[in-house]
């Protein structure tokens, strides 16, 4: 590691693997990590699982699209997106993206778009790293009246587009059957469906920043390959309606992201460095508590990101998993030592500038992480469901996690073809033979789960708290 002193964007900040102090210290550590990949896989975290899950939600993102006959694109982000939570771990967030708008670089002419296309042009000069301010160049011939509605005066007559108002005419859409909508949240307009689906909606608009993505693109690098190099950079970046925290501009300022890109990265990480992801985001979870997401793990995955890019990727395996954790969590301490953590995608832009860190979280935070870095691979034992799996009995864990992963398979299927299967209410067609066959496995796996559990001495009440319980 650097000293914390050296410049933000430099790579030297990202570890490179370490080494242990002596050889049979050496393979504790990698036991354990293979132990741990191991409990890991049956937890829901093994490449299958992901890989279903990713297909799964980028088969409903497309569906929902066709469905809105391309006036929006849904891209379902976040670890939903990347395939590392299962249905009701954690909540589901979707980017939808205005077709009918594109904004562009400084530099780049917008005579090559159709007529209905409103095109923005973005002012990045007085604006943080990442963030710009977007002014109208062009009026479509078909325009939303959030769009329409959002526009201001810049003080010299020329009509920016508001962040602040944009979200805000979102927020006043009609509200779906059975849906709570929450207070904003950054870019984000939170709800919850039935009192259990938690979802956030961002509203975002594409950006055409070739500048940006070919800077990244050109970066020496380990990782990830030229071929997934040139996918990140075609699927281009988006502006979320959120400006950089004290800025005179805020409510006009948008902020340049790259979600469907970084699932693609995220796609790219081997299963050692996207084991070491979940462990870092379980870690912050169950043993950070952070709770204005002072350190979230959008923070987390930029370590990985620059970790994976940083090193050869053949030092990434099975029995190295602990150790790298050990590096990640030494990247994250001076990472709150110095506030200081480029962006990946940007790395003028520092992560930890807006983090609303206290003195008093800083110090524990960083007290915290220096006794796990002292632990070794017993520090995996901070975390309840490693801990839970360890002391288990192997048989029983492995005939659970089974049943776990198919019922997950089956929903996720359930899920796309109930989406096919529905009306323009989404009342569901139950009479469809693959929706029946579907829901018939559902409950044929419920079952077998409640007669187990029951005979090992649990209270289940229904199947229905069987599902939560398992796809939590």
């Given at each position: ?14 570890p490179?693997?370490?080494s ?35 297909d799964?939600?980028?088969e409903?993102g ?22 590392l939570s ?27 778009f159709?007529?209905e296309?409103t095109v ?6 007085r ?9 109208l160049?062009?009026l ?14 810049d ?12 979200v ?6 009609d ?6 909508r929450h207070e904003?949240a950054g ?13 956030d909606?961002?509203?975002?608009l ?6 940006i993505l ?9 990782w ?18 959120v ?5 005179e ?22 299963d050692?460095?996207t ?6 985001k ?13 350190v ?7 370590i ?21 954790l ?19 995608m940007?790395p ?17 935070w ?16 901070r975390?309840?469901k490693?801990?839970?799996c ?19 398979l ?13 009306d323009e ?6 009479t ?25 001495g649990s ?8 599902f ?5």
């Amino acid at each position: 590691m650097a000293e914390s002193g050296t410049r933000p964007d430099e790579p030297e900040r990202f570890p490179r693997q370490g080494s242990m102090s002596s050889k049979q210290d050496l393979i504790q550590w990698e036991n354990t990590s293979v132990e741990t990949c191991t409990i890991l896989s049956w937890l829901g975290y093994g490449q299958e699982i992901i890989q279903a899950r990713k297909d799964a939600y980028r088969e409903l993102g497309k569906l929902w699209t066709a469905w809105e006959c391309g006036e929006a694109t849904l891209i379902i982000t976040g670890s939903k997106g990347e395939g590392l939570s299962s249905y009701l771990e954690s909540d589901v967030d979707l980017m939808t993206v205005n077709n009918r708008v594109f904004c562009l670089e400084d530099d780049v002419k917008s005579s090559a778009f159709p007529g209905e296309i409103t095109v923005l042009r973005s002012l990045s000069r007085r604006s943080y790293h990442g963030h710009c301010r977007l002014l109208l160049e062009r009026l479509g011939t078909t325009i939303h009246r959030q769009v329409h509605g959002a526009f201001c005066d810049d003080g010299y007559g020329r009509e920016l587009l508001s962040s602040d108002l944009y979200v805000n005419n979102w927020s006043n859409e009609d509200l779906h059957e059975s849906e709570v909508r929450h207070e904003r949240a950054g870019p984000s307009i939170p709800s919850t469906v039935h009192g259990h689906m938690h979802s956030d909606y961002v509203h975002a608009l594409h950006y055409y920043c070739p500048n940006i993505l070919s800077k990244w693109a050109a970066r020496p690098r380990h990782w990830p390959p030229p071929e997934a190099v040139q996918r990140v950079v075609s699927l281009g970046a988006f502006l979320t309606p959120v400006g950089f925290k004290g800025s005179e501009y805020q409510h006009v300022e948008w902020r340049v992201c790259f979600n469907a890109g970084e699932i693609e990265l995220i796609s790219n990480l081997n299963d050692t460095q996207t084991k070491l992801y979940v462990l870092l985001k379980m870690i912050k979870n169950d043993v950070l508590h952070p709770r204005k997401k002072e350190v979230s793990s959008y923070t987390l995955k930029n370590i990985v990101l620059w970790m994976a890019e940083n090193n050869p990727q053949a030092s990434f395996h099975k029995k190295s998993l602990l150790q790298w954790l050990h590096e990640a969590l030494d990247a994250l301490r001076v990472a709150l030592i110095t506030l200081e953590l480029p962006y990946y995608m940007i790395p003028e832009r520092n992560l930890m500038a807006t983090s609303g860190l206290d003195r008093k979280q800083q110090r524990t935070w960083i007290s915290t992480i220096t006794d796990m870095l002292h632990e070794g691979p017993r520090v995996i034992l901070r975390l309840p469901k490693i801990r839970q799996c360890i002391v288990a009995h192997p048989e029983p864990l492995r005939w659970y996690s089974g049943r776990r992963i198919e019922l997950e398979l089956v929903w996720l299927m359930r899920m796309n073809r109930g989406f096919i299967c529905s009306d323009e209410n989404g009342k569901v067609d139950d009479t469809d033979a693959i929706v029946q066959a579907l829901k018939r496995r559902i409950n044929e796996v419920l079952t077998d789960v409640g007669v187990r559990m029951r005979m090992e001495g649990s209270r289940v009440i229904n199947a229905q708290a069987i599902f939560d319980r398992i796809l939590m």
